[in-house]
C-alpha cells in the first residue's frame, strides 16, 4: 500500500518556466490538498479538493492551477515559475478527518 | 475557514520531563487534529479530538479540548530525545495549519 506519492521529489527550475507536480494517493480517498512549507514555517495550504472534478482555492493560490480529473490524482501546475515559488510541497489526502501526506517535492525556481 | 494557532513557538527540555503545546483557533469546529513533523519530512497524524470530547489519549499523549476557550492543549508525557519534531494543529474542513511549536527534547 503505497499511500500518498508525490512526483518529482526534486525539481530545479528557471524563472518563467512551467511544471506540474503530481500526487497520487491509492487509499479511495475523497479528500486532497495542496500545500507549501517554506523553511521555519508551518504549512500553508494552496490547493485542495473535496471530490474528483472539484478544486478550491485555499490561503495561497496565486500563481498556482490545479486539477482533480482522477479521484486518485491531484495536479498543481506553476505556468510561470517565480523565485518566491521555491519551496517544499506536500499533498495530503483524506477520508474525513486524518490526514496521509506525501514525503514532499522540493522545488527551487532559480 | 480557520486556522490554529501554536504557543509556544519553541520549546526545549531535557529528556524524562513532560512538554505541553497549545493550540488556538477562532471559530466552532467539528474537530481539531495534532500532527508532528520530523526535519522536512511530511506530518503525520497524532490524534483527533472532536467537539464534543474534552480530552483523547493515545500512549504518551494526553490532548485536551476547551471549545468555550478555542484552545486545545498536546501534553507528551515522559519525553525522548525521538519526540525532537515540529508540532502542528489544524482544523477546519480545508484543514489549516498554524506556524508550529518546535519541540527539542536533550538527551
Known amino acids: 500500500n503505497a499511500g500518498v506519492t508525490q512526483t518529482p521529489k526534486f525539481r530545479v527550475l528557471k524563472t518563467g518556466q512551467s511544471m506540474t507536480l503530481l500526487c497520487a494517493q491509492d487509499?479511495?480517498?475523497?479528500?486532497m490538498y495542496w500545500y507549501r512549507q517554506d523553511p521555519g514555517m508551518g504549512l500553508r495550504l494552496i490547493h485542495y479538493?473535496?471530490?474528483?472534478?472539484?478544486?478550491a482555492k485555499g490561503e495561497v493560490p496565486d500563481g498556482y492551477n490545479v486539477s482533480r480529473l482522477k479521484k486518485q490524482n491531484f495536479l498543481l501546475g506553476l505556468e510561470s515559475a517565480a523565485p518566491s515559488q521555491t519551496s517544499v510541497y506536500f499533498c495530503?489526502?483524506?477520508?474525513?478527518?486524518?490526514?496521509?501526506f506525501g514525503e514532499g517535492s522540493r522545488l527551487t525556481v532559480l | 475557514s480557520q486556522q490554529g494557532e501554536e504557543d509556544p513557538q519553541a520549546l526545549s527540555i531535557q529528556e524524562g520531563e513532560n512538554a505541553t503545546m497549545n493550540c488556538s483557533y477562532k471559530?466552532?469546529?467539528?474537530?481539531l487534529q495534532w500532527y508532528r513533523q520530523n526535519s522536512g519530512r511530511g506530518l503525520v497524524h497524532l490524534i483527533l479530538?472532536?467537539?464534543?470530547?474534552r480530552e483523547k489519549h493515545s500512549g504518551r499523549l494526553r490532548v485536551t479540548l476547551d471549545t468555550s476557550k478555542k484552545s486545545s492543549s498536546l501534553l507528551i508525557t515522559a519525553s525522548r530525545a525521538a519526540d525532537t519534531a515540529s508540532y502542528f494543529c489544524?482544523?477546519?474542513?480545508?484543514?489549516?495549519f498554524g506556524a508550529g511549536t518546535r519541540l527539542t527534547v536533550k538527551p
Open positions: 479530538i472532536r467537539s464534543n470530547e
Open positions: 479538493s473535496v471530490g474528483e472534478g472539484t478544486t
Open positions: 495530503a489526502s483524506s477520508y474525513s478527518g486524518e490526514l496521509f
Open positions: 487509499m479511495n480517498h475523497e479528500y
Open positions: 489544524a482544523t477546519g474542513n480545508d484543514m489549516r
Open positions: 471559530t466552532s469546529i467539528n474537530n
